[in-house]
């Protein structure tokens, strides 16, 4: 599947942004079925888990995020978002969107850039 992330940016610590994660083409049926999730690449470190929705709605978050980051999902759209709430530095990245269907099979987002200065 096809997904498109947008939303990222520049902003100042302790602000928020909210990114969006688009699969156009998708069929509506099958968007309901796929696993999503938000990865993030730090500057010069490995590609790591931000947080995942099931689903079935479960959520699954990374240890520096929780309490500040949401995930959430409106199948009736074919989007995931990530609402981002008191950014630090260390959230700064590339910010993947990523797909899982049923089978396992996994689709990635192009990538959308968030850089939160102190």
């Known amino acids: 599947v096809q997904l498109q992330a947008s939303g990222g940016g520049l902003v100042q610590a302790g602000r928020s942004l909210r990114l969006s994660c688009a699969a156009p083409r998708a069929i509506f049926s099958v968007f309901r079925d796929y696993d999503m999730g938000w990865y993030r690449q730090p500057p010069g470190a490995q590609r790591e888990l931000v947080a995942a929705i099931s689903s079935g709605r479960s959520t699954n978050y990374g240890d520096s995020v929780k309490g500040r980051f949401t995930i959430s999902r409106d199948n009736s759209k074919k989007r995931v978002y990530l609402e981002m709430n008191s950014l630090k530095p260390e959230d700064t990245g590339i910010y993947y969107c990523?797909?899982?269907?049923?089978?396992?099979?996994?689709?990635w987002g192009q990538g959308t850039q968030v850089t939160v200065s102190s």
């Open positions: 990523n797909a899982k269907d049923p089978r396992g099979y996994e689709s």
